[in-house]
Every structure is written in structure tokens, then in C-alpha cells.
């Protein structure tokens, strides 16, 4: 299986902060890789694809980068709304597996 | 609106049975793949398994914690998914949630979710 790791676990930010969480997967899985943010009690919700492409309708506020076994999840202008746990998943190959979260908290 | 509604959670015994099912809507269901995705109380996301679309053959994968355990079907006549849980052990227990997959670059990314329904097995 694809380990996908996640770092920091969590962080502090303040509103404005530019933030960036990374993933490492544990071999080769091209530009196969998402992001999610999930709020407390509520579903994940699909915020890029295919490493860099930004899902219809979420803010340009977030961008990923990446291919191979790196990749990076960035947010700027950190604002109140977002405020969450982020997770990546790799669907190169099954099982689909995901990162272990990375929680952003305030500062 | 694209819209997906599981519902069937509840609480059930060690080694007992349970069918989830999630309803889809806006949005052709036939033509996609369907994913269960499940996360225990305070923990992380746990990918369970996909069914593939009927030009697959309604094929389907699932995790090892599950295979052998629990079974994806579907039916499209009703844009529905089912995830029947069987021999349930307390570790089960999670908020568990359909995903739509949608293909790009030959692969399938989970872009909507349901809300979720709740599955608590314990004695």
C-alpha cells in the first residue's frame, strides 16, 4: 500500500498567514494525488485534484503542487472560515489511502 | 443540485449485519463510480471500497480491513449505493460517507460527498 504522510500534524496560524502543509507518498503516483478540508462534524470537502487543479467553485486562495512523491497544499490569506483539518489522498493505485490530517488551528 | 444522502447507520453488536444505503441526485449516476470513505471517532479518513459503473461491469475493490466482510453493490434504476457490513467488530465503528468518483486522467477523484451516517457497534 501507499503511505501517505502528512506534515506538520498541526499548526497555528493567524488571519492573513500564508500556510503551507506537504505530503510525502511513499512511491510514485504522478499528479494522482487531492486535498480535503473537513470542519468539525462535517464532510470532507473536495478542494483540489490532479495535484494542482482547483475544484468548481473553491476560492483561488488555495493551490497544489506537486508530482512523483511531493506535493504541497498552500493557503493564502488565511481567513476565520478556514480553519480546519486538511487531508490528501493519493487514487493512483488502491487502495486509495489518505494523509493522516493536518489540523490548522488559530493563533 | 448534486446531492448524495446516506442513511441506515445505527447501533449494532459485535458480529452482527447492517446495509447503508446513499441516494444520489442531480446527476447521472449510472455513468460514475461510487466510493465509501469512513472515519472513526476522532481519527482520520479510512478509504472502504468503490463500485465501478456498469461499463465496468459493476466491478469493485475494497480495503483489507473490510474484504471479505463487507460488500458494495449498486442500483442504478434507483441511483442508488449500498454497503452491506457484515461480522461487524467494534473497530467498524464510524461516521461512514458515499463519495462520487469522477474520472480525470485516467484515474477517479472523489469531488462530492454525503454527509455521512453512523455506524456504533458495540455491546
Known amino acids: 500500500d501507499i503511505q501517505m504522510t502528512q506534515s506538520p500534524s498541526s499548526l497555528s496560524a493567524s488571519v492573513g498567514d500564508r500556510v503551507t502543509i506537504t505530503c510525502r507518498a511513499s512511491q510514485d503516483i504522478s499528479i494522482h494525488l487531492a486535498w480535503f478540508q473537513q470542519k468539525p462534524g462535517k464532510a470532507p470537502k473536495s478542494l483540489i485534484y490532479?495535484?494542482?487543479s482547483l475544484q468548481s467553485g473553491v476560492p483561488s486562495k488555495f493551490s497544489g503542487s506537486g508530482s512523483g512523491t511531493d506535493f504541497t497544499l498552500t493557503i493564502s490569506g488565511l481567513q476565520p472560515e478556514d480553519f480546519a483539518t486538511y487531508y490528501c489522498?493519493?487514487?493512483?493505485?488502491?487502495?486509495?489511502?489518505f494523509g493522516g490530517g493536518t489540523k490548522v488551528e488559530i493563533k | 443540485e448534486v446531492q448524495l444522502v446516506e442513511s441506515g447507520g445505527d447501533l449494532v453488536q459485535p458480529g452482527g449485519s447492517l446495509r447503508l444505503s446513499c441516494a444520489a441526485s442531480g446527476f447521472t449516476f449510472s455513468d460514475l463510480y461510487m466510493d465509501w470513505v469512513r472515519q472513526a471517532p476522532g481519527k482520520g479518513l479510512e478509504w472502504v471500497g468503490r463500485?465501478?459503473?456498469?461499463?465496468?461491469?459493476?466491478?469493485?475493490e475494497y480495503a483489507a480491513s473490510v474484504k471479505g466482510r463487507f460488500t458494495i453493490s449498486r442500483d442504478d434504476s434507483k441511483n442508488s449505493l449500498y454497503l452491506q457490513m457484515n461480522s461487524l467488530k467494534t473497530e467498524d465503528t464510524a461516521v461512514y460517507y458515499c463519495?462520487?468518483?469522477?474520472?480525470?486522467?485516467?484515474?477517479?477523484?472523489?469531488?462530492?460527498w454525503g454527509k455521512g451516517t453512523t455506524v456504533t457497534v458495540s455491546s
Open positions: 463500485s465501478r459503473n456498469k461499463v465496468n461491469r459493476y466491478t469493485t
Open positions: 490532479s495535484a494542482s
Open positions: 463519495a462520487r468518483s469522477t474520472p480525470k486522467d485516467s484515474r477517479h477523484y472523489m469531488d462530492v
Open positions: 489522498q493519493q487514487y493512483n493505485s488502491y487502495p486509495v489511502t
